[in-house]
Nanobody
Framework: QVQLVESGGGLVQSGGSLRLSCAASGFAFSTVEMRWYRQAPEKERELVAA????????VYADSVKGRFTISRDNAKNTVYLQMIRLKPDDTAVYYCNVVRQTRNYWGQGTQVTVSS
């Protein structure tokens, strides 16, 4: 079955950096687009970044452009989110996502907290 396991979250000061990882299993990882979403308290879940199966195409939310970088290692079935110059507004639970046969799959999420 599809499994997504995020890691790498934590507490960081404003201006700091974190690298999130999402280990995937149960599907042909190298053939699909992968996405990172986040959800802050009392806000809707929002798309942060997406990467094509080869890594050749990447998209970002306007709020993170120039600060976040999505990447993937198809040999390790892992997608990453490198975050720099973090701001308090980046505080949220970050989720890895994949769509398979029209169904959305989510990891358990990893908490990122940015203190001012």
């Amino acid at each position: 079955q599809v499994q997504l396991v995020e890691s790498g979250g934590g507490l960081v000061q404003s201006g700091g950096s974190l690298r999130l990882s999402c280990a995937a299993s149960g599907f042909a990882f190298s053939t699909v687009e992968m996405r990172w979403y986040r959800q802050a308290p009392e806000k809707e879940r929002e798309l942060v970044a997406a990467i094509s199966n080869t890594g050749g195409s990447r998209v970002y939310a306007d709020s993170v452009k120039g600060r976040f970088t999505i990447s993937r290692d198809n040999a390790k079935n892992t997608v990453y989110l490198q975050m720099i110059r973090l701001k308090p507004d980046d505080t949220a639970v970050y989720y890895c996502n994949v769509v398979r046969q029209t169904r959305n799959y989510w990891g358990q999420g990893t908490q990122v907290t940015v203190s001012s």
